[in-house]
Every structure is written in structure tokens, then in C-alpha cells.
């Protein structure tokens, strides 16, 4: 009887469990071996079927956050960071890999996305970068964890890299798949070369009120082309989209996407409580603390070359290539090779 990628990838991450718990070895030299063995095959475009369950629901800051939680609560903390149009199922077969390690780890939906409302309907919907991040930090302050590795590509690999910036205190390590993608209104006034804004198209749509309305009414399909175009080796089913595309009902979600992209080119305005966090990015800060950054051989997203960003970082620093065929998605696609980056920068610590 022949087994189908599901089931093939399900024993998988059931081996790699066992293996990190059952080694008579502890710490980052049992992490390593325990994932070593399955690298090659986590990292294949196979058909993903794994969903991250048991939401919580927090208060935090401007928001009630919904988010998974798992391992051990005494455990090091763990924040997982999706993008855009992603969500917390990004890190489905990443989790259960660090809990089985001991850390506490924690998916939370970002503004905009699954769950997570706003405790205000005044609130104004801003998708500027600073306020995701003070998201984040409001919701580690709720949940009382003071300090965290943090992990996540495309808007959480942005997130997480102000946060390091911004708020080293309490970063502990971080993973950026795409490495430094803090921006300013500045630069994003400033032309590309051809090729590249052709890369942007949707942002552009969106600048467009069409944009807005085609988005609001084709959010799904929107969505599904985003993740052929971003990762055009994934060979995902129509099971694993749907799931995902349920976070996408969010009442605020076309309004953050909108005015993220709006406020990137400096044709919508953010709010003054974040001029100073922007003022500070603006100047691209330097981040140090321990980093792995990592890029995938397939990514059909706009993203820098490695070399334009590895002298952003001063701490201990790496840079990992991921080959097979891997796009954008890379904790989805990879999770072996995200969930050993998040182990072995967590080691240097």
C-alpha cells in the first residue's frame, strides 16, 4: 500500500517528537540530532494537511488577540509570527517539534487576521509596521513573558525584526526567513528598477480604491494566487487553503492590508503615537541579538539578496539557504529547517 504526502509527512513530524524527547541527550546537541535526520524530507513541497487548535483569547493592548499555546507554560517562550496572506497554520508542524523540546510556544493571529478583534470600534484600523510589533509586546506583557525567542517571514518576519530593534530587552533570539525588512515612507517613495516593481503589482492595486473593493470582494482568490505566485513549487491542497482562508473573514482584515500597503508608500497617514517608534526605524537600526536569517530557492515574492542585509546584524549571526523547491511560506513548506533555526539560535543564547 503506498502512503500519500500527508501521511508521509505526519510520521514524520511524529518521528522527530520522539526523537527530541526520547535521546538520551538534552539541549541543542539533542535538538540537532533529532531533526538532522528528517531535514531533507520536511523540507519537500509535499501536501500539508496539519491545523493548530485550542484558541485562546487574550486582552492586549488596542486588541483581543486570539492565539495557540503549547508546551509546557514554565518553558522558554517561543512567539511565532505569521504574514501576509498567511496565518497561524503557517507553524502547524513547526510547534509541536519545540514543544516536544520544552518551550512554550505561542502562535497569535496579527490584526487583522482569524480571531483577534479589536476592543474598540473606533479604533482606527492602522496597519502601519510599528504597531504590529506593539502588538506583540502588549501581548507578551498580558501573558507575563518577559523575554522570548521570536520567529516568524513576511509581516512577522518584520514584526519580530522591530521588535529586536526596538525592544532588544525582550528579544532573546530571533529567526527572519527574508532577513531585515524594517522599512520607512521614505524609501518606499523611491523607484525601482522595472523588474522589481513589477513584483509589486498588488501593492499598487491596493493604492487604487478599485483595489480595495476588488480585495474585499475576491479576498480568497486574492489569496490563492498570492500563494502560487509567492511559492510556485508548493503543491498544497484545497483542504489546507480553506483553513487558511477562514482568518482572512476578519472584519478589520481588508482594512490593515489596505492601509498597510497604503501607508508603505507613503500615500496614507499612520498614527501620531507611533511617530517616534518610526522615527527610530527610519534610520534602519542595527539589531543584536543572536539571529539566524533565512531564504528559501523558490521564494516568488519580492525579497533582498542576503548580502544587501547581513551587516544589519551585530550579534551572533547566520544565514541559512533552504533548496527544494521551497517559497515564500518557508515555516509551512520547511518546518524541519524553521523549527532547527529556532532551536539552534535559542542554543547561542
Same mark, same amino acid.
Given at each position: 500500500?503506498?502512503?500519500?504526502?500527508?501521511?508521509?509527512? /505526519?510520521?514524520?513530524?511524529?518521528?522527530?517528537?520522539?526523537?527530541?524527547?526520547?535521546?538520551?541527550?538534552?539541549?541543542?546537541?539533542?535538538?540537532?540530532?533529532?531533526?538532522?535526520?528528517?531535514?531533507?524530507?520536511?523540507?519537500?513541497?509535499?501536501?500539508?494537511?496539519?491545523?493548530?487548535?485550542?484558541?485562546?483569547?487574550?486582552?492586549?493592548?488596542?486588541?483581543?488577540?486570539?492565539?495557540?499555546?503549547?508546551?509546557?507554560?514554565?518553558?522558554?517562550?517561543?512567539?511565532?509570527?505569521?504574514?501576509?496572506?498567511?496565518?497561524?497554520?503557517?507553524?502547524? @508542524?513547526?510547534?509541536?517539534?519545540?514543544?516536544?523540546?520544552?518551550?512554550?510556544?505561542?502562535?497569535?493571529?496579527?490584526?487583522?487576521?482569524?480571531?483577534?478583534?479589536?476592543?474598540?470600534? @473606533?479604533?482606527?484600523?492602522?496597519?502601519?509596521?510599528?504597531?504590529?510589533?506593539?502588538?506583540?509586546?502588549?501581548?507578551?506583557?498580558?501573558?507575563?513573558?518577559?523575554?522570548?525567542?521570536?520567529?516568524?517571514?513576511?509581516?512577522?518576519?518584520?514584526?519580530?525584526?522591530?521588535?529586536?530593534?526596538?525592544?532588544?530587552?525582550?528579544?532573546?533570539?530571533?529567526?527572519?526567513?527574508?532577513?531585515?525588512?524594517?522599512?520607512?515612507?521614505?524609501?518606499?517613495?523611491?523607484?525601482?528598477?522595472?523588474?522589481?516593481?513589477?513584483?509589486?503589482?498588488?501593492?499598487?492595486?491596493?493604492?487604487? @480604491?478599485?483595489?480595495?473593493?476588488?480585495?474585499?470582494?475576491?479576498?480568497?482568490?486574492?489569496?490563492?494566487?498570492?500563494?502560487?505566485?509567492?511559492?510556485?513549487?508548493?503543491?498544497?491542497?484545497?483542504?489546507?487553503?480553506?483553513?487558511?482562508?477562514?482568518?482572512?473573514?476578519?472584519?478589520?482584515?481588508?482594512?490593515?492590508?489596505?492601509?498597510?500597503?497604503?501607508?508603505?508608500?507613503?500615500?496614507?497617514?499612520? @498614527?501620531?503615537?507611533?511617530?517616534?517608534?518610526?522615527?527610530?526605524?527610519?534610520?534602519?537600526?542595527?539589531?543584536?541579538?543572536?539571529?539566524?536569517?533565512?531564504?528559501?530557492?523558490?521564494?516568488?515574492?519580492?525579497?533582498?539578496?542576503?548580502?544587501?542585509?547581513?551587516?544589519?546584524?551585530?550579534?551572533?549571526?547566520?544565514? /541559512?539557504?533552504?533548496?527544494?523547491g521551497i517559497g515564500h511560506n518557508l515555516p509551512q513548506e520547511a518546518p524541519g529547517a524553521f523549527a532547527q533555526a529556532i532551536l539552534d539560535v535559542a542554543a547561542q543564547v
Amino acid at each position: 500500500m503506498h502512503k500519500d504526502a500527508n501521511q508521509t509527512r /505526519r510520521e514524520l513530524i511524529g518521528t522527530a517528537a520522539a526523537l527530541v524527547t526520547g535521546i538520551g541527550l538534552t539541549g541543542p546537541a539533542a535538538a540537532h540530532l533529532s531533526l538532522a535526520g528528517i531535514a531533507d524530507a520536511t523540507t519537500r513541497p509535499l501536501t500539508i494537511s496539519a491545523s493548530l487548535e485550542h484558541l485562546k483569547q487574550i486582552n492586549a493592548g488596542l486588541l483581543n488577540v486570539g492565539y495557540t499555546e503549547s508546551g509546557p507554560v514554565s518553558g522558554p517562550a517561543v512567539l511565532l509570527l505569521h504574514g501576509w496572506p498567511y496565518e497561524i497554520d503557517s507553524f502547524a @508542524e513547526v510547534v509541536p517539534l519545540l514543544s516536544a523540546q520544552g518551550y512554550r510556544v505561542i502562535v497569535p493571529y496579527l490584526r487583522g487576521y482569524g480571531t483577534t478583534r479589536f476592543l474598540s470600534s @473606533e479604533a482606527f484600523r492602522n496597519g502601519q509596521q510599528s504597531a504590529l510589533a506593539v502588538d506583540i509586546v502588549a501581548l507578551m506583557d498580558a501573558l507575563k513573558i518577559e523575554k522570548a525567542v521570536v520567529g516568524g517571514f513576511d509581516w512577522g518576519a518584520r514584526t519580530a525584526n522591530i521588535m529586536a530593534a526596538l525592544w532588544p530587552q525582550r528579544v532573546t533570539a530571533m529567526v527572519s526567513v527574508s532577513g531585515y525588512l524594517v522599512g520607512n515612507q521614505q524609501a518606499g517613495k523611491v523607484p525601482l528598477p522595472p523588474k522589481a516593481e513589477l513584483q509589486w503589482w498588488y501593492q499598487y492595486y491596493f493604492a487604487t @480604491e478599485r483595489g480595495r473593493i476588488g480585495y474585499e470582494k475576491n479576498r480568497r482568490e486574492f489569496a490563492r494566487l498570492i500563494w502560487k505566485l509567492a511559492s510556485p513549487m508548493w503543491n498544497f491542497d484545497d483542504a489546507t487553503f480553506e483553513r487558511s482562508a477562514q482568518a482572512f473573514d476578519n472584519p478589520d482584515h481588508v482594512a490593515i492590508v489596505i492601509h498597510n500597503y497604503r501607508w508603505r508608500l507613503g500615500l496614507a497617514d499612520g @498614527e501620531q503615537a507611533y511617530d517616534g517608534f518610526e522615527a527610530q526605524l527610519a534610520v534602519a537600526p542595527i539589531i543584536g541579538v543572536p539571529t539566524i536569517t533565512m531564504e528559501s530557492d523558490a521564494n516568488g515574492a519580492p525579497h533582498p539578496d542576503p548580502a544587501v542585509y547581513a551587516k544589519k546584524f551585530t550579534g551572533k549571526y547566520e544565514h /541559512r539557504h533552504i533548496a527544494g523547491g521551497i517559497g515564500h511560506n518557508l515555516p509551512q513548506e520547511a518546518p524541519g529547517a524553521f523549527a532547527q533555526a529556532i532551536l539552534d539560535v535559542a542554543a547561542q543564547v
